[in-house]
């Protein structure tokens, strides 16, 4: 029997990618979004649209209705472009998540796959994994998305759901936005390091989400927290001299500003539940240009 997966979210780049994989592997697939002119890929794939709104209850229902599992991508994390909100985003975990999770309930969707960050485990240059997660002290942009994203996976994990929770790494990739920035800021010499550089992200090629995301329905390792990353954790001086060689222009000047903490997390829960592995294993496979 062919399972009816519902993406919250579905018109984000996150959506973007995984909706055809979805499609591809037998789901049949529902795109919940607020803009239904903004779901060109999901219709060109052959999904249902219909409009629905994280804040609207009544909506949630009845685009859930019928479904088997929903997908929540829903969020407003400001990307290079500008676009988003972090009080917006803040909201959408706090108070959206749980009307979705209502939702959930009324309509008779008995499993939710929730989208996280994996920087909510930040412990500087420690490696760490899904046991681990702090709640910063502060009231910094970074700090308070973090809080709300670990009330939302309270929020989630108290359900009486069939939940899984996928931690992403910070995404990369066509349509995200980030690499553009790079290398645009990099040929005009204005790529500066975050910091002194010092500080490890933990990156994840926004195609191996999305793959990871397949895998993650298909094996459902049910109530589990998974962080899905590449498997090489990096410091921004290495990841952004590769972009800036790349680029042609000189090695990047520190002092720039510090948007996320340090992180450096595993994925060897998520490769050993899912049998994943990613295509691009750390950023020297992902930014070939």
Not at 5 to 10: C, S
Not at 88 to 116: F, H, I, K, M, T
Request: aromatic share 6%.
């Amino acid at each position: 029997m062919t399972s009816t997966v519902a993406i919250l979210g579905a018109s984000g780049v996150y959506g973007r990618h995984l909706t055809p994989r979805l499609v591809a592997a037998g789901y049949t697939v529902r795109a919940l979004v607020r803009r239904p002119e903004a779901a060109g890929v999901a219709r060109g794939c052959g999904a249902e649209v219909r409009i629905a709104d994280i804040f609207d209850l009544d909506s949630l229902r009845q685009g859930l209705e019928g479904c088997d599992v929903c997908i929540n991508l829903a969020t407003a994390l400001p990307g290079p472009s500008g676009r988003g909100d972090y009080d917006l985003n803040d909201q959408v975990r706090r108070e959206g998540v749980p009307l979705l999770l209502q939702a959930c309930r009324e309509a008779g969707v008995g499993r939710l796959l929730q989208q996280s960050i994996a920087m909510v485990g930040a412990e500087g240059d420690r490696l760490t994994d899904e046991d681990t997660a702090h709640r910063p002290e502060g009231d910094d942009i970074s700090a308070r998305a973090i809080n709300a994203t670990l009330d939302m996976e309270a929020a989630v994990r108290a359900a009486d759901l069939d939940w899984l929770i996928l931690r992403g790494g910070l995404f990369y990739g066509p349509g995200t936005g980030f690499d553009d920035d790079w290398f645009a800021r990099a040929a005009a010499g204005k790529l500066r390091l975050p910091g002194d550089g010092s500080d490890f992200v933990s990156l994840i090629h926004i195609a191996d989400m999305a793959a990871a995301t397949v895998e993650a329905l298909r094996a459902w390792p049910s109530r589990q927290i998974l962080i899905v990353a590449d498997d090489r954790p990096a410091r921004w001086r290495d990841v952004f001299g590769y972009i800036t060689g790349l680029a042609g222009g000189e090695s990047p000047l520190p002092g720039g500003r510090a948007g996320f903490p340090s992180f450096r997390v595993s994925n060897r829960r998520a490769r050993e539940a899912l049998g994943w592995n990613p295509v691009y294993p750390d950023y020297r496979a992902g930014l070939v240009r």
